[in-house]
């Protein structure tokens, strides 16, 4: 049996090449992974002005925990200046932005603004005097909602 050692040459690089081929592109791609970006609306019955030190902090304790204004999370600021009718358009603007939750700052009347706007978005307030005794939730230890956060309620 004679061998032509011009075929199996050839042969031989071509499988080396197909070999190749299908080793790169059988193996797992190693991207960096997806970083899904948040969105945080933010709504206060107050003006930026005055919670202006409240926001920076806000700001400094998320780049803490990691999230940086505009590479992972997005903030939606929302501000009524005081008029607090302006407080159900700012909530339902923020619900149809379809952000992840919603923080709320100036305690209850805020707060129910929201809440009229989402039954599903997380609410976080940031103070609220007493939530159970004004109905937002029913209970502290059992909110039954989409609402969680602190108060200032005296615990007995």
């Not at 204004?69 to 005081?82: D, K, L, M, P, S």
């Not at 939530?131 to 969680?148: C, Y």
């Amino acid at each position: 049996m004679r061998c032509d050692t011009k075929v199996d040459s050839k042969a031989g690089v071509f499988g080396s090449i197909l070999c190749a081929f299908l080793f790169v592109f059988c193996l797992p791609l190693h991207a960096q992974p997806q970083t899904k970006i948040r969105h945080i609306g933010f709504l206060s019955g107050a003006s930026y002005a005055s919670t202006q030190a409240r926001i920076e902090a806000f700001r400094q304790e998320l780049n803490v925990l990691g999230y940086v204004n505009g590479t992972n999370v997005v903030i939606e600021w929302r501000f009524a200046e005081g008029n607090f009718q302006r407080l159900a358009a700012l909530a339902t603007e923020l619900v149809r932005l379809k952000v992840d939750a919603i923080v709320v700052a100036g305690g209850e009347p805020v707060a129910f603004a929201v809440k009229q706007a989402t039954q599903t978005t997380p609410i976080i307030m940031a103070n609220a005097f007493d939530p159970v005794l004004s109905g937002l939730v029913a209970s502290l230890a059992r909110h039954g909602g989409n609402i969680t956060g602190f108060t200032t309620t005296p615990v007995p």
